[in-house]
């Protein structure tokens, strides 16, 4: 594994465990009774078995460990930023008054405003800050989604997407993780246009295949009206130094021709067409090819 250029899931684990100060000790399969009974079901109240491992053992104490907000992402700066915007600061001192307006005073508002409002069941204060409680489509799982105000969704996206932690995800995983912490109204928009955009994605995608025209059928009437020509090979040199075929088939009856050349240059193919070909059955009305440099020659246009 190497630690040089970390993304995704290494380095989410690495970014998590670097929150900690601690050693890394190598320890033994055997002694790692502690790590596989946090893995077991906890015994039931009173167990003789757990009272007696307790009475051998020292118990120890330990402590918890917490984590502190990044600086500008702490209650009161995300309070101060709500408040500040002119969507969300009337919807937050709102809801903390508890007093919702009716429809008829707000129908001058912005419609970003009038969906908070809608989703207003949905809305809670927590910590000074507006949230919105968030359940998927399954009702498995609900999340408090603190609301972003338009000035933080750039950092966000450019943490989730392409921060330590983000692995420059796709739209929907993106969302995803989006989902989990934040809402914003057009998510979905901003995301498809971030990912769009970034610069790391669009160089691991490649470049975009080119578009190519639809097949389609081509109505012929009569012999040689249309005559189709294109070269084979090369192959292994014959004993009278050919190594191509030029091959010219009629559309309408399919009769193919094919005539053994040495090179697959434009005055051999003309020489061959003119002395084999237009000589014997005439001159068609349309000469059809793969428009190769050998076939869009002036030699052949003229002739």
């Given at each position: 594994m190497s630690f040089r250029k970390l993304e995704g899931q290494t380095a989410r684990w690495i970014q998590r465990v670097q929150e900690y100060n601690f050693t890394s000790a190598h320890c033994q399969g055997r002694k790692h009774s502690n790590?596989?009974?946090?893995?077991?079901?906890?015994?039931?109240?009173?167990?003789a078995?757990?009272?007696?491992?307790?009475?051998?053992?020292?118990?120890?104490?330990?402590?918890?460990?917490?984590?502190?907000?990044?600086?500008?992402?702490?209650?009161?700066?995300l309070r101060e930023e709500q408040l500040e915007d002119t969507d969300i600061g009337p919807i937050l001192r709102e809801v903390e008054n508890g007093q919702r307006q009716k429809w008829q005073d707000i129908a001058d508002r912005s419609p970003t405003y009038k969906s908070y409002w809608a989703q207003w069941k949905s809305l809670a204060v927590r910590n000074g800050v507006l949230e919105r409680d968030w359940e998927s489509a399954t009702g498995r799982r609900q999340v408090a989604q603190i609301i972003i105000p338009r000035s933080r969704v750039k950092d966000v996206l450019s943490e989730l997407h392409g921060g330590p932690s983000g692995g420059h995800f796709g739209v929907n995983k993106t969302l995803n993780k989006v989902r989990q912490r934040?809402?914003?109204?057009?998510?979905?928009?901003?995301?498809?246009k971030w990912c769009r955009q970034c610069d790391t994605c669009a160089a691991s995608r490649g470049p975009r295949t080119r578009n190519r025209g639809q097949m389609h059928q081509y109505k012929i009437g009569a012999p040689f009206e249309r005559v189709a020509i294109d070269i084979a090979g090369p192959f292994p040199r014959s004993y009278q130094g050919n190594?191509?075929?030029?091959?010219?088939?009629?559309?309408?009856t399919k009769w193919p021709e094919m005539y053994a050349i040495p090179y697959?240059?434009?005055?051999?193919?003309?020489?061959?067409?003119?002395?084999?070909?237009?000589?014997?059955?005439?001159?068609?009305?349309?000469?059809?090819?793969?428009?190769?440099?050998?076939?869009?020659?002036h030699l052949l246009k003229e002739v």
């Open positions: 790590a596989d009974a946090l893995s077991r079901r906890p015994c039931q109240e009173k167990c078995h757990c009272h007696k491992v307790e009475t051998r053992t020292e118990v120890k104490q330990i402590r918890a460990i917490g984590t502190l907000p990044a600086a500008g992402w702490d209650p009161v700066t934040f809402y914003w109204l057009q998510a979905r928009t901003d995301i498809e190594r191509c075929l030029l091959i010219a088939m009629d559309y309408f697959q240059e434009d005055s051999i193919i003309a020489e061959v067409l003119v002395a084999n070909f237009f000589c014997r059955f005439g001159i068609p009305r349309e000469l059809h090819s793969d428009q190769g440099r050998n076939f869009e020659s």
